[in-house]
């Protein structure tokens, strides 16, 4: 059997492999790869009982937190190898109907940064990213179309 390419073939295998190049590039998923651990925030009505509970509940421990001068808010962040829990008192959640309950979701990814990158290469404005030295994180969330915050995470050293 001949496999001798003509230039026919040669131009045709160019054209084909350089659209798919360009699908597949097109195609990419801004996020390729989720890592550990995994995240979630919460609105709660009492910080300490839900520390108590998660800590319990998940083998937790305890690492940063902060909270208003006034107590109008409080955030305590709760790890384990696989997890990340941010619990979040704010008097104004507790004011509304529903106001408790799940606020964002986030997953660890290799690098913030690529994804920050494709997200402005497809035309879009650039995400902020923050880094958050007492989780050992540099941040970025991005929103869906209804608005709910993805925070994706990866570390500021490895």
């Not at 045709?12 to 390729?32: G, T």
Request: glycine share 4%; with cysteine.
């Amino acid at each position: 059997m001949n496999l001798t390419l003509l230039p026919s073939h040669i131009l045709f295998c160019s054209i084909l492999f350089a659209h798919w190049s360009h699908a597949q590039e097109m195609n990419d998923a801004w996020v390729p790869t989720i890592e550990a651990p995994q995240y979630f925030a919460i609105f709660v009505s009492d910080v300490d009982e839900a520390v108590t509970w998660y800590m319990q509940a998940f083998d937790l421990e305890p690492t940063a937190g902060s909270q208003a001068d006034d107590g109008s808010w409080r955030i305590e962040n709760l790890v384990s190898s696989s997890l990340q829990i941010e619990l979040i008192y704010d008097e104004r959640a507790v004011e509304v109907e529903r106001g408790l309950g799940f606020v964002k979701v986030g997953f660890s990814v290799p690098d913030v940064d690529q994804i920050a990158n494709r997200i402005q290469q497809l035309g879009n404005d650039r995400p902020r990213i923050v880094e958050f030295a007492e989780l050992n994180q540099r941040i970025l969330q991005i929103r869906d179309p209804d608005g709910n915050v993805i925070q994706l995470t990866s570390p500021i050293s490895r």
